[in-house]
């Protein structure tokens, strides 16, 4: 089970252990950690809490950090087409947004990795959520992908990501194909465990797995 990293502290806790609970009723054996896809070779800074349970064993095992080294959102993302407001490609999911006028001049004066602080005081905006109104940093790891980017801007093209774009941050391989209108395919991205965490997370499974099928059979010979 996955969900936000706020959970695990939600109401003092009570929550965490709620569910724990109620698994452990089912008669699962349940822990649960906070986990940062970074780790795991995704360029970005997911950060989510994994709950992982058995009925046959006690031993639940977590995956470790994979990579030496975060991987950037340049790395991610260089070698896609350039693309201005509006533009199209024959990459599968890789449709620039057609930007205001207004939003592309607000953009323009943030630098990479950069926020709205940078933006003249005249048409910079005042409230709102202030994790709006920023650059990706090229040299970093992205922040959390959500079903909304469209003003969290590119390191170096000023514009929004692409749902491409998104879907690389969120480690999806260009085969994978986004479906609907451009607002629900950001929201299917975003939405997503990112795959290579998913495969570490399922490769502590099945070592899991395999560490109980040894077990069994020691207990036999």
Do not use: W
């Not at 990795?113 to 970093?140: A, C, H, L, Q, T």
């Not at 991205?189 to 797995?209: Q, Y």
């Amino acid at each position: 089970m996955e969900n936000v990293a706020r959970l695990y502290t939600h109401n003092k806790t009570k929550t965490r252990q709620e569910i724990i609970d109620d698994f452990n009723r089912l008669g699962y054996y349940v822990e649960c950690k906070v986990l940062n896809s970074a780790n795991y070779g995704v360029a970005q800074v997911r950060n989510r809490v994994i709950f992982i349970g058995s009925r046959v064993t006690n031993e639940i095992v977590f995956p470790s950090s994979s990579v030496e080294k975060f991987k950037s959102v340049k790395e991610a993302l260089h070698d896609l087409p350039i693309l201005e407001s509006s533009e199209s490609s024959t990459v599968p999911n890789h449709n620039a947004m057609n930007h205001t006028e207004q939003m592309l001049t607000k953009m323009s004066f943030i630098p990479d990795g950069g926020d709205r602080n940078f933006i003249p005081e005249s048409i910079r905006p005042k409230s709102g959520d202030v994790r709006k109104y920023i650059k990706y940093s090229s040299s970093k790891p992205s922040v959390t992908v959500t079903g909304d980017m469209r003003k969290i801007f590119h390191y170096a093209q000023n514009r929004a990501l692409t749902v491409r774009e998104l879907a690389r941050l969120q480690s999806f391989p260009d085969s994978f194909i986004f479906k609907g209108k451009s607002i629900s395919q950001q929201q299917q991205v975003g939405n997503a465990v990112p795959p290579l965490m998913a495969e570490e997370i399922a490769k502590s499974i099945k070592e899991m797995i395999k560490r109980e099928y040894e077990f069994k059979n020691d207990k036999r010979a």
